[in-house]
Nanobody, 126 residues
Framework: QVQLVESGGGLVQAGGSLRLSCAAS????????MGWARQIPGKEREFVAA????????KYRDSVKGRFTISRDRAKNMVYLEMSSLKPEDTAVYYC???????????????????WGQGTQVTVSS
């Protein structure tokens, strides 16, 4: 069982920066990936970034490439999302997630043991 706890969300002006943190407890297997997703009320949750727990290669959605950086600290069981040049359209609840590595993304679905945090609100004002 893995528990994920996010922190670091808040209110920031457009163009500003925030750093999200995700603390993982339990066993993060080397075959896992971890990542961030976000959700706006009334919309589906969408992928933001992912990182392979072993190896550290990363994936990003196109709209955040060059602005967001995902990283991990395996010794501390932590995952981070550095967000810069924030835009109002980045406003959402951001969720940390972990699970089996599917070609660099976190696998989710029926029968798959994957995990989600409770989310942290990021609000970017214009």
């Amino acid at each position: 069982q893995v528990q994920l706890v996010e922190s670091g969300g808040g209110l920031v002006q457009a163009g500003g920066s925030l750093r999200l943190s995700c603390a993982a407890s339990g066993t993060i297997y080397s075959s896992f990936a971890m990542g961030w997703a976000r959700q706006i009320p009334g919309k589906e949750r969408e992928f933001v970034a992912a990182i392979r727990w072993s190896g550290g290669s990363t994936k990003y959605r196109d709209s955040v490439k060059g602005r967001f950086t995902i990283s991990r600290d395996r010794a501390k069981n932590m995952v981070y999302l550095e967000m810069s040049s924030l835009k109002p359209e980045d406003t959402a609840v951001y969720y940390c997630n972990a699970g089996p590595d599917c070609e660099g993304y976190v696998c989710h679905g029926e029968g798959i043991y994957s995990y989600w945090g409770q989310g942290t609100q990021v609000t970017v004002s214009s």
